[in-house]
């Protein structure tokens, strides 16, 4: 019975990403080893970062290898894609595959049979990786195949600077979308406590209005009546001290006007 794909998504033009993390694509590189074995190699590419994210190299690649080396990459770089472009080999449209990111919630966008310029990016770098790594080494072995395709790999995030990244290495420019994000959050962050606090000064504003302004303009209305009441027979003695009562209750309401209102 033909199965549901519940990942696959329809084709339609991509839009380009605006972060990381928000676009891989890859693809397979085929070579041999100097007595004629055949190796598979499969490329990860972030597209905004250009970053090499991994090359996988063994004699073969299944769609549960994929998945798994998918899956170091997510805990290596500590963010899983929302999307990844691929073609339709048998190891990409495999079950485990779909599975994968069915359950990790990343959808899968795959280019149209025979039409390779629409995953351009990784076409283009696994081009850099034949051209410059494959075409120039004699693999004697699968580890030693191996530790020479990571060089490269490392050496191509390191110390390649692209013009598309302002001639940044793609290490380089992680790095600066990394402080980027981490300062916009901070940012953020104390907009939204500057604002908490705010709220809490006007509601703490609000119960000290209440609960003091009005008893003390009572008590400064009583204070004046008591004045007018006792000023025939008051002593100097008791007015001094009715004044200075008024002038602290006066300066009292003063201080909640202005903290209420700064």
């Known amino acids: 019975r033909k199965r549901k794909r519940v990942s696959r998504e329809a084709r339609l033009p991509l839009e380009a990403p605006s972060g990381p993390n928000q676009l891989w694509c890859l693809d397979f590189v085929s070579d041999s080893l100097s007595w004629g074995r055949k190796i598979r190699m ?6 905004f970062t250009r970053e090499a994210l991994a090359i996988e190299v063994d004699t073969s690649l299944s769609g549960v290898r994929v998945a798994r080396v998918l899956d170091r990459v997510i805990g290596e770089h500590g963010g899983r894609p929302e999307e990844i472009v691929l073609d ?8 485990a595959l779909d599975q994968w990111a069915y359950e990790r919630g990343v959808r899968l966008r795959f280019i149209d049979p025979g039409k390779p310029h ?14 410059e790594c494959l075409n120039e080494h004699w693999f004697l072995s699968l580890p030693h195949a191996r530790r020479t395709i990571e060089d490269w790999r490392i050496d191509y995030n390191q110390n390649r600077p692209h013009s598309s990244l302002g001639n940044l290495t793609p290490d380089e420019f992680r790095l600066i979308i990394r402080r980027a994000v981490e300062k916009r959050s901070l940012v953020l962050e104390t907009i939204a406590l500057r604002r908490e606090r705010e709220l809490l000064r006007e509601h703490f504003a ?6 003091l302004t009005a008893p003390l303009a009572a008590v400064q209305q009583n204070l004046f009546a008591l004045e007018r009441e006792l000023a025939p027979a008051a002593t100097e003695d008791q007015r ?3 004044v200075r009562i008024k002038t602290r209750v006066a300066d ?11």
């Open 42 to 47: 499969l490329s990860v590419e972030d597209v």
């Open 88 to 95: 339709n080999g048998p190891e990409l449209t495999s079950r």
């Open 118 to 131: 629409q995953n351009g990016f990784i076409e283009s770098f696994n081009g850099r990786l034949r051209d």
């Open 206 to 211: 609000a119960i000290v209005s209440h609960e």
């Open 240 to 242: 001094s001290r009715l």
């Open 252 to 262: 009292l309401l003063q201080l909640i006007d202005t903290w209420r209102r700064g």
